[in-house]
């Protein structure tokens, strides 16, 4: 079982380009999310999903944009990319409901823009 | 408010030591404290987590305790070993709000031998 998948595990961007980060899960989970982790800021939520087609803005939305047309997939789209944006993304799922609230993690995807 | 503080950002223990790592929060609608243990290249997992009806929950060496009064609560690593290394988070959650964690800054542990 994979879990949580995420891809790529590294990538260094230009400002202003753009790119997808891709994220998939197995587990048949409803609710899913974007964090970012910055040293010493702990977890910051981007976006989250709480199903297919339906998507909304966490803390810190501001720069991308998420999608969520399967159960599986929540991609989070970078669009003209900042040095305020160099951080590692997780990606996590949970069952609906609020039952244990276990949040599944990713790896991690590590960006930097230079 | 929605923050969760934490506190230390950095714990060093001897092998054996009692590990403890404090979070305090104030939005009194927080109904649910997970923590989440994460090493290096890894993503964060579930260690061990209270809802605020207990004062005390313990899972082997890893205990929490929780104080709703003054809206504190703490995790305690008995015995702790160098495998238990790792950055720790504090979360909370309001049930009904899509389980969305709001995580502390992170406490990161060494345990020297």
């Known amino acids: 079982n994979a879990g949580v998948t995420q891809t790529p595990k590294f990538r260094i961007l230009k400002i202003g380009q753009s790119m997808t980060l891709q994220c998939t899960q197995d587990?048949?989970?409803?609710?899913m999310y974007w964090y970012r982790q910055d040293p010493g800021m702990g977890l910051k939520l981007i976006y989250y999903?709480?199903?297919?087609?339906?998507?909304d803005k966490g803390e810190v939305p501001n720069g991308y944009n998420v999608s969520r047309s399967t159960t599986e997939d929540f991609p989070l789209r970078l669009e003209l990319a900042a040095p305020s944006q160099t951080s590692v993304y997780f990606c996590?799922?949970?069952?609906?409901?609020?039952?244990?609230?276990?949040?599944?993690f990713g790896e991690g995807s590590r960006l930097t823009v230079l | 408010q929605q923050q969760v503080k934490q506190s230390p950002q950095s714990l060093i223990v001897q092998k054996g030591g009692i590990s403890i790592i404090n979070c305090a929060y104030e939005?009194?609608?927080?109904?649910?404290f997970p923590w989440y243990q994460q090493f290096p290249g890894k993503g964060p997992a579930l260690l061990i987590a209270?809802?605020?009806?207990?004062s005390e929950k313990k899972e082997g060496r890893f205990t929490i305790s929780f104080n709703k009064s003054a809206k504190q609560f703490s995790l305690h690593i008995m015995d702790s070993q160098p495998g238990d290394s790792a950055t720790y988070f504090c979360?909370?959650?309001?049930?009904?709000?899509?389980?969305?964690?709001?995580f502390g800054t992170g406490t990161r542990l060494q345990v020297t031998l």
């Open positions: 996590a799922s949970t069952p609906a409901g609020e039952g244990t609230g276990e949040l599944f």
């Open positions: 587990m048949n989970h409803n609710y």
């Open positions: 999903s709480v199903g297919a087609g339906i998507t």
């Open positions: 939005n009194t609608a927080f109904d649910y």
């Open positions: 209270i809802r605020p009806d207990v």
């Open positions: 979360a909370a959650r309001i049930t009904g709000t899509a389980s969305k964690l709001t």
